[in-house]
């Protein structure tokens, strides 16, 4: 393979642009502080890649050593004022994030993982839509129609491993958590509470077994969607690295 070797000279780059950015004079300490730390947390995480590659992407690999290079040529006083200190800073930032980035185009494992996060996730939402039909609440049921465009474009983006994706997936979770709980909280106290199920099946005009089922199926699907909501959520937060 020849990803290793590439991604080898990608952090000896940018380990040798480090001393170019500690001499400029056009930024802050601060700054400098702030790009040095990126850059040399960049340079290890391609250094640990290069040893654990299990797909060769060359092609992604000379665009990383690309992207070095370039800044490494750009770290010039000269450089910074002709780009402007914030796309430079903003250039060592996008290097960085490569760099967490880079495992899932290089590790088979790491992108079936993350594959499983945003499944989870859907799989979590198609349960709370599910509920709201169970829930038979007209208010909630036009909630979950505000709520299908964002879920299925932040699916799109995700799958595309787009950093908006995971905002919109974030966006969409708050709802849908308070419902799972509701609906939970409701048919454990109805199916529990003497009579209850009795004065339920009086007021929709349904058999008590009607609603003896009705509610258990309220309880399982709002366990299901909280649990798979919350895992989806955790799961994707912990891969939040892969999305650009």
Do not use: C
């Not at 290793?4 to 700054?31: C, F, Q």
């Not at 994030?97 to 859907?122: E, G, N, Q």
């Not at 974030?170 to 909280?185: D, E, N, R």
């Amino acid at each position: 393979m020849k990803s290793p070797g590439i991604l080898e000279d990608t952090a000896e780059v940018l380990e040798t642009t480090i001393p170019k950015v500690e001499r400029l004079t056009v930024l802050s300490e601060r700054e400098k502080r702030k790009i040095v730390s990126l850059i040399k947390e960049a340079a290890e995480n391609f250094r640990n890649l290069a040893r654990n590659v299990k797909k060769d992407n060359v092609q992604l690999a000379e665009f990383f050593l690309k992207k070095a290079k370039e800044f490494k040529v750009m770290s010039t006083d000269k450089g910074v004022e002709k780009e402007g200190k914030k796309k430079y800073i903003e250039r060592a930032k996008k290097l960085n994030l490569y760099s967490k980035s880079a495992v899932y185009d290089f590790d088979p494992d790491m992108l079936k993982a993350l594959k499983r996060a945003y499944r989870t996730y859907l799989f979590g939402m198609t349960a709370f839509f599910l509920l709201v039909g169970v829930y038979m609440s007209q208010i909630m049921a036009v909630t979950a129609l505000i709520l299908a465009i964002p879920t299925v474009l932040s699916m799109l983006s995700l799958q595309r491993r787009g950093y908006l994706g995971l905002l919109l997936a974030y966006s969409t979770v708050p709802i849908p958590i308070i419902q799972g709980a509701m609906g939970l909280t409701y048919g454990l106290k109805q199916l529990t509470t003497p009579r209850a199920i009795e004065k339920i099946a009086g007021m929709i005009s349904k058999s008590p077994g009607f609603v003896k089922g009705w509610l258990i199926a309220m309880v399982l699907l709002s366990a299901v969607e909280l649990y798979l909501i919350l895992y989806g959520s955790y799961l994707l937060y912990k891969h939040r690295h892969a999305f650009l």
